[in-house]
């Protein structure tokens, strides 16, 4: 199978990462690393885990006094980063950089101080550095957010962009 072209690595070898082994594969860091811990990931396939949201978390304190909960964008990039660890395992990828170039999101319930968030993402395609995913969480059970998002790893996108010819005048 081709890592690059459209097949998904398909070696079906089942991982997980600590909070430390996490940061090889995903490039945010505190504040804004929005995972704890990867339970489990085949890579070009899936990955789950979760996010503790205690009242330490930055954003709590404004958003907002009296009634803090976790804002949409937040939600939507938990959701997203972990989005991107099936992508960012698979064999081949040098640089863990990921930019995301398309999110649809929908929210179902508000998630406060003391939730726990699973997190479930599995990869919809992959192909030439371009990577289509689909996320969902739960609290205590019951469905918190879904997102799907469109991801790119420019480490392997760049490769197959048609080059510009200069001129020499």
């Not at 089942?14 to 990867?38: G, T």
């Not at 709590?60 to 972990?82: K, N, W």
């Not at 998630?111 to 992959?126: F, K, M, Q, T």
């Amino acid at each position: 199978m081709s890592l690059h072209g459209g097949d998904i690595y398909m070696e079906n070898k089942i991982i997980s990462l600590d909070a430390y082994e996490l940061q090889k594969y995903e490039p945010n860091r505190f504040p804004f690393l929005y995972i704890d811990r990867v339970l489990e990931c085949v890579p070009g396939k899936y990955a789950r885990g979760y996010k503790n949201f205690t009242n330490n978390e930055w954003f709590f304190p404004i958003h907002y006094e009296g009634h803090p909960f976790v804002p949409a964008a937040i939600q939507t990039e938990t959701l997203s980063q972990m989005a991107t660890i099936p992508f960012t395992t698979l064999p081949g990828i040098e640089q863990v950089d990921v930019v995301g170039s398309e999110w649809r999101a929908k929210f179902h319930r508000e998630i406060v101080p003391g939730d726990r968030l699973d997190i479930e993402a599995e990869v919809i395609s992959w192909n030439r550095g371009v990577g289509k995913a689909k996320a969902k969480s739960w609290v205590d059970g019951k469905l918190a957010c879904e997102v799907e998002v469109t991801l790119v790893v420019p480490s392997i996108f760049n490769k197959y962009r048609i080059k510009k010819e200069t001129k020499n005048e």
